[in-house]
């Protein structure tokens, strides 16, 4: 039975928002000044949907930008959510102007907080199955989005992000904020500008660190947890503790397994080396190794290999350490994730400097301030729509293949595979009275 929280649909709730803040809104009334509000140029309103452990980590760079002023939190549990209302409002109250600090307005339910007119962005570090509804209905809200990776749990979801992102003029950033450690740059850079010669294979390394095959009992639900609206879109299932929060990340209902954990991170960044951002790559083909009983249904042994046009081929597995490194005909370069140390070899290309006229990547003051600049700005982060969501699909592509066992074609412009049974498992299903 859905919780009384979800008995306005998304639909219908985001209809009566529209109509009481004008959608759709290109840039809301504190971005421009107006109604007393203080310009962008001294300060972003800011809200945070899921305040877990991730969500926290979030919070805590976004606050601490001198730009931003953080006015309310949201989260299904209450326990986080007081946690997280004592540390940001003791942030703010040992602060030399903490005058003007009105205190954090805690939400249950992320669609009142997307239906305030003061806020002008949100940050969204919940379980992955949320992150598309959340993104979308915060872009109708006329809210700019830094929304955790990976973008989407499914790839028609993502390109719906994508969609909405677009069309409403939101600034979006994938919070892969590996792509933003200065080493990660200068290392693509070094690939980009042939540093390593003609590349030809980038090599993925990620390790699952996960116990798999228990058994968790049945437990009730606790009384600060609405494990309902957690669930969400997705289907009923018993409650039990591992099922939630942390360890949703291994449960193929809620999220990808480690292809969309770490994996996000370190083909996010092949994606920057291999200069592909704006594409996908054409074929797929991988095993995988998944438990045979208990909770958790994501792989934790597997092998898969990813196709470019431009011919260079992206493999992975799960040995260690774990990082990425991209090969070529004169040498190579690794860069460990989450470490952001570099080796190569030549060791000497680790002195290479990018010269004025080769390609440069650009760096940032760290992700959580990129995005607010661009909130500023109105210019694209490090990790935009678009990028964010094609590096999701990898994840998805991969995953697919590994539950199929067979090669599969691609088509990165149609976002289809060559094969109906696979194009069957990439779409997704929803749980009334949740819809795209």
Request: a neutral charge; glycine letters at 8%.
């Amino acid at each position: 039975m859905a919780s009384k929280h979800n008995s306005l649909s998304r639909r219908s709730f985001m209809k009566q928002a529209a109509a009481a803040i004008a959608l759709p809104a290109v840039i809301p009334a504190s971005a421009l000044g107006r109604d007393g509000h203080t310009p962008p140029s001294e300060r972003i309103v800011m809200a945070s949907i899921g305040v877990g452990g991730q969500g926290m980590y979030d919070t805590r760079g976004l606050m601490s930008i001198g730009d931003v002023q953080y006015v309310a939190l949201c989260d299904v549990d209450r326990k986080h959510c007081a946690n997280a209302k004592k540390e940001v409002e003791a942030f703010y109250q040992g602060k030399k102007n903490s005058d003007s600090f009105k205190g954090i307005t805690a939400y249950h339910d992320f669609r009142e907080v997307l239906a305030r007119d003061d806020i002008d962005a949100v940050m969204i570090a919940t379980p992955d199955h949320w992150h598309a509804l959340i993104s979308i209905a915060a872009a109708q809200a006329g809210k700019d989005i830094y929304c955790e990776k990976p973008l989407a749990n499914s790839i028609p979801e993502g390109r719906a992000v994508v969609n909405a992102v677009r069309q409403y003029q939101r600034v979006f950033q994938t919070g892969s904020h590996e792509r933003s450690r200065d080493n990660s740059r200068y290392a693509c850079e070094l690939v980009r500008n042939g540093r390593i010669g003609k590349l030809h294979t980038i090599r993925v390394q990620m390790p699952v660190d996960h116990d798999y095959g228990i058994i968790y009992p049945e437990m009730p639900v606790p009384e600060h947890f609405d494990y309902d609206f957690w669930l969400g879109p997705a289907r009923e299932a018993p409650y039990t503790e591992k099922r939630c929060h942390f360890y949703f990340r291994y449960i193929l209902d809620y999220s990808a397994g480690e292809m969309s954990d770490r994996g996000a991170h370190i083909l996010d960044l092949g994606q920057l080396g291999n200069g592909t951002d704006d594409t996908t790559p054409i074929s797929v083909e991988g095993t995988g190794e998944f438990p045979k009983q208990g909770l958790f249904n994501t792989a934790y042994a597997y092998n898969f290999a990813f196709e470019y046009a431009n011919g260079v081929r992206l493999v992975g597995d799960n040995r260690g350490p774990r990082g990425i490194r991209f090969e070529g005909d004169e040498g190579w370069v690794f860069i460990h994730v989450h470490a952001g140390t570099l080796e190569a070899e030549p060791q000497s290309l680790l002195r290479e400097v990018i010269g004025p006229n080769e390609i440069h990547l650009g760096r940032s003051r760290g992700h959580h301030n990129d995005f607010i600049e661009c909130v500023k700005s109105r210019g694209e982060p490090k990790a935009p729509v678009e990028v964010g969501h094609h590096t999701a699909v990898m994840c998805h592509m991969a995953n697919i293949a590994m539950r199929l066992g067979k090669k599969l074609k691609w088509d990165p412009a149609t976002e289809r595979f060559d094969d109906d049974t696979a194009n069957r498992m990439m779409q997704p299903s929803m749980r009334a009275p949740w819809t795209l």
